[in-house]
């Protein structure tokens, strides 16, 4: 069995502190901003299963494609939608 390994890709964890002010006032006034901005603006989510398909595709293939990045197809999401009901969702 082969075994290949990504070395481009890393994720990092940082322990939260102990309350919510706490969190906030560590965040630079930039990223507060962006979180502020889309909360001003009454943004919502919606989580669901193959019912948000189409919708979150049209979002995604445009930010894949706006940052170069080769899009799955259309296909490849409800498959996955299908194939876990229980467990997949997209928000």
Known sequence: MTVKVK???MSMRLDLPAGVDL???SFSSKLRN???????EE???RIGGIEELDGFYDVFSVNMRDVGT????????AEIL?????SARIC
């Open 7 to 9: 070395s481009s890709k």
């Open 23 to 25: 969190l906030w006032k």
């Open 34 to 40: 962006q979180i502020n901005r889309p909360i001003k």
């Open 43 to 45: 943004m919502t989510v």
């Open 70 to 77: 080769p899009v799955y197809g259309r296909k490849f999401f």
């Open 82 to 86: 299908r194939a876990f009901p229980q």
